[in-house]
Every structure is written in C-alpha cells, then in structure tokens.
C-alpha cells in the first residue's frame, strides 16, 4: 500500500538534507580566487530564514549535481531577505541557435549581477600538471578558460542588455561561483599545478588513487583502526562527514570495478579524509 507514497516521496530531497546540501553550496570555500568575493558575501546573506526547514522542502531528487546545485542556489536567493531572483535560466538564442545560457540574474543591495555556478571536481594529474575529471575528459583549466571567454560575458550579450532595459534594470555585473573540490596524488603533496596562483588557497581538498591500490590501502586503514565507505555522489557536496550520516553498508559490498568513484576515510565516527578512486587507465580512459 505505500509503495505509490514511498515512490513519490522519493522524488523529493527530505528538508534535512536539502538544508545540508545547501549550507555545503553557501559556505564552502571556493576552488578559484575570482569565486572568493562572491562566496563572502552568499554567507553574510545566510539569514536565520536559511535554517527554517520549511524553506527546503519541495527541492527536487536530482542525480546531477551541477543541477540540483542551480535549485539549491536558486532556492537560497527566493529565501533571502536581501535579494531578489530576476530571472534563472536565461537561454540567448540566434535563428533558433542556444548561443548559451546564463544560470541566475539576482538583484542585490549592490545592484543587479549575473551569476554563473559551478561545481566541479577535478584530479591533479602530476605529469602535466592539469586537474583533470574522473571522467579523463573535463579539465579545470578549459573550465575557468570558458567561464572567462564565454560564459561570463554572456552577461553583457545584447539580448541580456536589451531585455533588462525593457524591464528597467541596469547592466548586470557578472560574477563566477565555483565550488568543489580537488584532489591530489596520495602520497604526493608536494605536486604542483599549472593553476597555481589561480586557485584558492582555502579550497577543500582530498586525494586519489588507482584502483589496484584500493586493497592494500584499505588494510593500512584497518591497521589504523580506521573504515573506508563509498560515498553516494550527493554526499560530494559536503565538507565533513559523520559516519551516522552515512549509509551502512555490508561487508561484502562490492566497490565499483572500472568506474570512478568518491568515498571517504572515517575514524572515530569522524571524517578523516575524501578519496578519490579511478580506474588504472586514468586519465586515459576509453570513451
């Protein structure tokens, strides 16, 4: 009988962790030194109308998390006393052609500003000295590259312009917000980027190994007395974890072979460290 209820109210994230995920979004450290000012200010707006549980209930079950980040974001600025969501998604387009879509346009008390969001998760290559995704792939350095060359001055597109002079606002300033994590070698602290300088000292950090270094690191771990748990990929969004937050898991859980994933390190019920495991073909993975 409550299959149908159970079902439905899986398509919703419980108030409680919508709360969590979105105290992760406001108050994290940025990964880029253009993010910090704007993560400064998107704290002191965190009112006391934030912590009402109210205010995060109906946000969507969403297994994209650059997405589900956009709602989180969205339902922060609806909920603040101080600013006003002008509009979200705003898609430029020419001849029926998506130039590109700027995420929010938010009047603030410093004026009308254009924010672009992301959420990223990038691996230190030591080689080249690129952060690269676990998917081989994306790479934090065309990201900021893009954000600076293209998506940033969307906001200044003549049809962004254009539609904000018909609804009286002024020019918007363009804002970055990137948010994340990056990992680095283990064992290898000492490796440097091709970003450094670029990058936010204060970012949250972890490391990462190959998959066929799994095993000997989970002994060391018990030898420790510490526990390796994988992480589901909403659980990316945090800083520390408490291992009650977690689901249990059985001994005999199989981890992910040839697929890349994030868990965490738990020592007295405590987050020790965020690991990141990718397949020994990393970063040359098959497409």
């Known amino acids: 009988m409550g299959g149908d209820g159970e079902l439905q109210a899986s398509k919703w994230l419980s108030p409680e962790r919508a709360l969590a995920l979105a105290r992760w979004l406001i108050h994290?450290?940025?990964?880029w030194l253009r993010s910090e000012a704007i993560s400064e200010r998107l704290v002191d707006w965190w009112g006391c109308e934030h912590d009402n549980l109210e205010a995060w209930s109906g946000i969507p079950n969403l297994n994209r998390i650059g997405i589900l980040a956009e709602e989180l974001l969205g339902r922060f600025v609806e909920n603040s006393k101080c600013?006003?969501?002008?509009?979200?998604?705003?898609?430029?387009?020419?001849e029926g052609r998506t130039l590109g879509e700027i995420d929010f346009l938010v009047l603030t008390p410093e004026g009308l500003e254009h924010w672009e969001l992301g959420i990223k998760f990038y691996l230190l290559d030591p080689g080249s000295g690129l952060f690269i995704g676990a998917n081989g792939r994306d790479r934090l350095d065309l990201k900021l590259s893009r954000m600076e060359s293209h998506q940033l001055p969307l906001g200044s597109h003549p049809q962004v312009l254009s539609w904000c002079e018909s609804e009286g606002l002024e020019k918007p300033v363009s804002k970055p917000l990137l948010?994340?994590?990056?990992?680095?070698?283990?064992?290898?602290?000492?490796?440097t980027s091709t970003l450094d300088g670029e990058l936010s000292d204060g970012g949250d950090r972890g490391v990462w190994m190959f998959e066929d270094d799994l095993d000997e690191a989970k002994e060391h771990w018990v030898q420790s007395e510490s526990s390796f748990h994988s992480l589901d990929r909403k659980d990316w969004?945090?800083?520390?974890?408490?291992?009650?937050?977690l689901k249990e898991e059985r001994e005999e859980r199989q981890f992910p072979l040839n697929k890349s994933f994030q868990g965490v390190v738990m020592k007295a019920g405590e987050e020790l460290d965020r690991v990141f495991i990718v397949p020994t073909a990393w970063p040359n993975l098959q497409v």
Do not use: C, N, Q, V
């Open 28 to 31: 994290s450290p940025p990964l």
């Open 83 to 94: 600013l006003k969501l002008i509009k979200k998604g705003f898609a430029i387009r020419d």
């Open 179 to 191: 948010k994340g994590r990056l990992f680095i070698p283990m064992g290898r602290e000492e490796t």
């Open 237 to 245: 969004m945090s800083r520390t974890l408490e291992l009650s937050s």
